[in-house]
């Protein structure tokens, strides 16, 4: 199989992206140039080199921070948001951000429920958690050292549906949860571009139960799905011109995680949650988050299904086949 060419993108868009995709890489942010200046879709990662990344990709675009008059956050997350904290102390952008993912820009340790810390200390036991030395955890600290999370002064919000003009293309709101609650995607149906941030890229985002979970990411993959379109821009990655393939890749990788889950409990009978993360996440920090999480959000769906039943509290819940 050869390798897959290289996809241009669209005119009057560009790219600051970094060489590496994975974890704690930056978001990629896509630059819209109009007669104003410019606007930004994400502003990535808070870490300096990051940011410098950011103003040097601007320079070589001829603009500066004080030419970019609007900002769009895709949803609250440090790799897409973090340069917040660098770039309001040099500019004073139009911030916009879907109204479900607000109150986290408002204030970032609300990650901690949107993120479901509290799902590994419910699985695992205070003791097995203190033995971890994770007895006090606070994500917004964890990701300090990594990809620093920065909040921003939010000037306007959208909902699904909202029409938002940049550089002189009409990108439609579509809202698609499932790794963050008011996680969006821009649709431009003219031209058939769609900016989906990280619902389909190199990498299949992780997902939580409280920021829609893997129900909800199915869902978004089956909107943006039915919009068909010809290419796709994500926030990881190139440029994507098989996007009908990419959509249904990720899906497979999430539907994926199930199918382990059954063939695991029809070969052993019912096992505890804890156990089904531990096997399928090895390492301890990784289980912890955001494996647990991953876990409860296909047994939450397994369940509503019927092809679960869950058992039990706390350390003690397990599920079995129906």
Request: hydrophobic letters at 40%; a negative charge.
């Amino acid at each position: 199989m050869g390798r897959p060419r290289a996809v241009e993108l669209p005119e009057g868009i560009r790219v600051c992206r970094e060489e590496g995709h994975k974890w704690p890489a930056s978001a990629n942010v896509y630059l819209f140039r109009d007669d104003r200046g410019g606007a930004l879709f994400d502003v990535g990662c808070g870490r300096p080199d990051s940011y410098r990344d950011l103003v040097d990709f601007l320079e070589s675009e001829g603009l500066g921070l004080s030419d970019i008059h609007t900002v769009v956050l895709s949803h609250a997350h440090p790799d897409h948001m973090g340069a917040m904290r660098f770039i309001e102390k040099e500019a004073s952008p139009e911030v916009v951000i879907s109204s479900v993912d607000r109150p986290l820009a408002d204030d970032p340790r609300r990650l901690n429920y949107t993120f479901d810390m509290g799902l590994a200390r419910h699985y695992f036991g205070e003791e097995l958690i203190e033995s971890m030395g994770l007895g006090f955890f606070d994500i917004v600290d964890y990701f300090e050292g990594m990809c620093p999370m920065s909040g921003a002064a939010v000037h306007r919000t959208v909902e699904d549906g909202d029409v938002l003009e940049l550089g002189g293309r009409r990108f439609r709101v579509v809202l698609t949860p499932g790794h963050a609650p008011g996680h969006i995607a821009l649709w431009d149906e003219e031209g058939g571009v769609l900016l989906s941030s990280d619902l389909v890229g190199q990498i299949a985002a992780w997902y939580s139960p409280s920021s829609g979970g893997a129900a909800g990411f199915l869902d978004s993959l089956e909107r943006v799905e039915r919009l068909e379109p010809r290419l796709i821009l994500p926030a990881h990655g190139g440029p994507i011109a098989d996007t009908a393939a990419a959509i249904r890749r990720t899906r497979r990788r999430i539907l994926a995680v199930e199918e382990r889950i059954e063939r695991m409990l029809s070969r052993e009978g019912p096992l505890r949650v804890s156990e089904i993360c531990g096997r399928l996440f090895p390492h301890p920090v990784i289980r912890f988050f955001p494996g647990i999480q991953i876990v409860d959000s296909h047994l939450r769906r397994m369940s509503a299904d019927g092809r679960v039943v869950l058992e039990g509290e706390g350390p003690e819940c397990a599920a079995r086949l129906t």
